[in-house]
């Protein structure tokens, strides 16, 4: 009992890292119907900044955290507004989409190149450590963390979204562009937003993750596929179901590993995801969108 | 009219021809002294995930190679290096291996990465090209026994019977536990350590294989910490192992006794990262003395005059000590640096002393790995390895 709750425990800890990466990609999915394939390696790069303000600059960890998170919304914009918004308005969303691959090679290639020499490297956590043991059982607080963390941005993005104007201009935005456009909406600015938020969340992700995986260029490379599946699950379309999902593939993960095998585990998860794509291909929160013709 | 052209094409093209090859002399000034350069080359992970443990083996190498065309080269001639990194991936590996093919290499030099390496060895076999110290311990690289083929890393299976006895006697019987990478081939591995257990008298606890990069290491910490095992045996790469024992650490599931390290997981990487977790209770097998050993001087002072000054640890050392033991090699060849000639010197060794790092090198006609024993390390913290012991291998 002590190992499948300890088990169910570490799932639910990193299944809230799937979540809020698939987070951020369902997000500026559901804004501007891209799907963002390079938002782990963005944030790798953000971690990898943070770092070097510790490490070369002598920053404190919270006062490098803390520069960090606009230096990421930052970077989100300006990938958005050099990489995927020139020559934009004729193509569809998947050459877009496409395009983020592009980036996502482009970001690592220059990561690599400017922080790869002796990786990976220890991060520190942004919490003091500390571990919660009941017997076997042993939660750290960094886990604690990412699951506040996870419900406090599903919490906020869900008053955002459906709260506030700006939300509803967003979802606006998704659903018709074009008539949100003539409408007056300012989806530039709203789209570049967007992706700074993401920028943001990735950057969240990846300092999360780093004291546990180590910081490296290729750190958030296995999570890309565990979120989108998460994302799948949950359904594309839905900023709450991403988590559930995220949770779900956490745990497959984590019970397959330990009771099976880490080559079942893969399997397992994956698994789930094709049968999702076979029998309820919206995910289960997810909607379906219709099309004009 | 149409012979007329096609003779006058042919003309144009004999004549492109004869201008390229005589261009090359001309324009190079230095042709004549680059073609008496020994070329030799090196496929070695130089960026990615495996990259903070093999590229300090490729650095080692570079550094000594530099010296020694600083101090005249051998017997008057330069080593012309040439490193390419294959990213620890072995169809890249193989593409570097086909290029080294066409640039027609004197000989490739062992770079770091079980999968690389094993790759391209097939290839230089091919060509009868010599494949001196590949830093991979496994069975195809050995056997069937190739005559191109030097080798000083022993079987991972052997290095764990060596490791493993030597551990339970020094440090006390207790349960093993195998965490081992998918990508380092570890199925003979996890069989060496159950049979050595079981002839030892002490539990095989379980093993546990993952895959390079995986993202959520704490199951495999929970499996060992259902196990609780005395000893783990760690057969992963430097930088896996890093987080190996960060997931182990963040459940409270090291070892009661011993983190058995290999020569792959055996790096300053490995201290540097997690050196405050393993404290002094990693003990590794690696086939080079590390930096505290005085035998290392000459390497470092070459690490701190190279163009680009390397750091010195043990896998730069590695690097070094390959160095050291190639140039011994052609040194003894006088003028007559053949293929031929270099393999047959090598293949002669008996006992050799050819590089202040190594134990006496022996290479036989049915044993391919020429290493005679090998170092016992033991981690003092975030400063690296210490030699503590030593132990014959093969």
């Keep these: ?293 | 009219m149409r012979r007329t052209v096609l003779s006058a094409g042919l003309a144009a093209g004999l004549l492109c021809l004869a201008a390229c090859g005589s261009g090359e002399d001309a324009s190079d000034p230095e042709a004549g002294g680059a073609a008496e350069d020994i070329r030799i080359a090196v496929s070695n992970a130089m960026t990615g995930s495996a990259a903070a443990g093999t590229k300090p083996v490729a650095d080692g190498l570079t550094a000594w190679i530099e010296h020694v065309n600083d101090e005249g080269g051998v017997n008057g001639r330069n080593i012309a290096l040439n490193v390419q990194d294959d990213a620890f991936n072995a169809t890249q590996a193989v593409a570097n291996a086909r290029q080294f093919i066409t640039d027609d290499v004197f000989a490739v030099l062992g770079g770091a990465g079980t999968p690389t390496q094993l790759a391209i060895a097939p290839l230089l076999t091919d060509e009868g090209i010599p494949f001196f110290m590949p830093y991979a311990g496994v069975r195809p690289l050995l056997e069937p026994p190739q005559d191109n083929i030097f080798s000083i890393t022993p079987l991972y299976e052997d290095e764990v019977r060596a490791l493993i006895p030597y551990a339970l006697e020094k440090f006390g019987d207790g349960s093993v536990y195998v965490v081992a990478q998918r990508e380092l081939g570890p199925d003979d591995s996890i069989a060496a350590a159950k049979a050595t257990a079981e002839e030892a008298g002490v539990d095989y606890a379980g093993d546990s294989i993952f895959n390079l990069g995986a993202p959520d290491l704490s199951a495999l910490a929970l499996q060992v910490k259902a196990a609780a095992p005395d000893y783990i045996v760690l057969l992963t790469t430097a930088p896996e192992g890093s987080r190996v024992i960060q997931a182990l650490a963040a459940q409270d599931a090291l070892p009661a006794n011993k983190i058995l390290g290999m020569p792959t997981s055996t790096a300053n990487a490995l201290s540097a990262t997690v050196g405050e977790q393993i404290g002094e209770d990693y003990v590794a097998l690696i086939p080079n003395r590390p930096v505290t050993d005085p035998a290392a001087e000459d390497c470092i002072a070459a690490f701190d005059a190279a163009s680009e000054p390397v750091k010195a640890d043990v896998t730069s050392l590695y690097g070094c000590a390959m160095g050291q033991a190639f140039v011994h090699a052609l040194e003894a060849l006088g003028d007559d640096i053949t293929q031929e000639a270099f393999m047959a010197e090598v293949n002669s060794w008996d006992e050799e002393e050819a590089s202040p790092l190594l134990s006496p090198l022996t290479f036989t006609a049915e044993d391919r790995m020429g290493l005679s024993g090998m170092f016992i390390v033991t981690s003092r913290g975030t400063d690296g390895f210490e030699t503590t012991d030593t132990v014959p291998v093969g």
């Design chain 1, 1 to 293: 009992v002590n190992l499948f709750l300890s088990t169910v425990a570490s799932g639910v800890a990193f299944g809230a890292l799937y979540g809020l990466l698939g987070f951020a990609i369902v997000f500026l999915f559901k804004s501007t119907g891209v799907l963002n394939f390079a938002e782990g390696s963005i944030g790798m790069f953000v971690a990898f900044v943070a770092f070097e303000l510790m490490r070369s600059g002598g920053m404190p960890t919270w006062a490098a955290l803390l520069l960090t998170v606009p230096i990421a919304a930052v970077m989100g914009v300006l990938i958005y507004e050099t990489c995927i918004r020139p020559r934009s308005e004729s193509v569809p969303h998947e050459t877009l989409t496409l395009r983020t691959i592009g980036i996502f090679v482009l970001v690592v290639a220059i990561a690599n190149e400017a922080f790869s020499e002796g990786q990976p490297f220890p991060f520190p956590a942004v919490v003091p450590e500390f571990n919660l043991s009941v017997g076997f059982l042993v939660v750290s607080g960094l886990d604690l963390v990412r699951i506040f963390v996870a419900a406090a941005l599903l919490i906020v993005t869900a008053l955002f979204f459906y709260r506030t104007r700006y939300g509803m201009l967003y979802r606006a935005m998704a659903d018709q562009p074009a008539v949100a456009q003539l409408l007056g909406v300012n989806v530039r600015a709203l789209t570049a937003a967007a992706w700074g938020a993401t920028g943001l969340i990735a950057g969240l992700v990846a300092v999360l993750t780093a004291p546990t995986t180590l910081l490296s260029t290729s750190m958030l490379d296995a999570f890309l596929p565990y979120a989108l599946t998460a994302a799948v699950i949950g359904g594309f379309t839905s900023l709450f179901g991403v988590f559930v999902g995220g949770v779900i593939v956490g745990v497959i993960n984590s019970l397959t590993g330990v009771y099976g095998t880490f080559d079942l585990a893969i399997l397992a998860v994956f698994a789930v995801l094709v049968i999702t794509l076979l029998f309820k291909p919206d995910g289960l929160f997810g909607a379906r969108v219709g099309e004009r013709l």
